[in-house]
């Protein structure tokens, strides 16, 4: 079946302005996550969305950033007043499931490479 | 604060065997788990610990201590392929990632 899929793959835009990323998960994944991941680094979490509902948004650096996933499904991180420091690898990662026994598996889509100029 | 540490790079022969450690430091745990990334490619899922023990997948095994807050990924046969960075993962309230090993396989 399909994977996750994320629009753009690549979005070039200048400090100040307004971007949003489109994640769309494996289709029935309940748990759907947003991570930043910077070049050398590993995936910094940003988000975890169960269902409409965002269960963990503690990684979010700042009240620029903000995402919805209105019907549970398709999620759209947006950014506001861009900076150069956003600039990243936005990776949409989606799972059967999630909880706190830990055994969901997480498929992640292949990203939103972000440069801000 | 909580915290993952692997190696940053390792470098191994193909056909050999090559271990990836793992150490932690976080609030909460429920497990481990490893993934694989390929340059400019997503990350995969590889493996997951929630109990001590060795788990086998193939030519991939991965390890967990829980007393120890440590694990290992363990690969054998090393095939070229397996050049990619590899990211041991704790799951909290959320997900923690390491920094990553890159590994480095010569002929």
């Known amino acids: 079946g399909a994977g996750v899929s994320q629009t753009p793959s690549n979005k070039v835009t200048e400090k100040g302005k307004y971007v949003e990323l489109r994640c769309d998960p494996i289709?029935?994944?309940?748990?759907l996550y947003w991570y930043r991941q910077s070049l050398g680094q590993g995936p910094e979490f940003l988000i975890y969305?169960?269902?409409?509902?965002?269960?963990?948004d503690s990684g979010l650096p700042n009240d620029r950033f903000f995402a919805v996933r209105p019907e549970g499904s398709v999620s759209t991180l947006k950014i506001q007043r861009t900076e150069r420091g956003d600039s990243a690898v936005y990776l949409c990662?989606?799972?059967?499931?999630?909880?706190?026994?830990?055994?969901?598996?997480?498929?992640f889509g292949p990203g939103t490479r972000l440069t801000v100029l | 604060g909580q915290s993952l540490e692997q190696p940053s790079e390792v470098t191994a022969v193909e056909g050999a065997i090559v271990q990836i450690n793992c150490t932690y430091q976080t609030s909460g745990f429920y497990g481990l788990s490893w993934y694989q990334q390929h340059d400019g490619g997503a990350p995969t899922f590889l493996s997951y610990?929630?109990?001590?023990g060795l788990e086998e997948t193939g030519r991939f095994s991965s390890f967990l201590s829980r007393s120890d807050s440590y694990g290992y990924l363990l690969l054998q046969e090393l095939q070229m392929k397996d050049s990619a960075s590899y990211f041991c993962a704790v799951r909290d309230d959320k997900i923690i990632f390491g920094k990553g090993t890159r590994l480095h396989i010569l002929p």
């Open positions: 969305f169960q269902g409409t509902g965002a269960a963990d």
């Open positions: 610990n929630a109990l001590d």
């Open positions: 289709s029935g994944h309940t748990a």
């Open positions: 990662a989606s799972s059967p499931l999630a909880g706190g026994d830990g055994t969901d598996t997480q498929y």
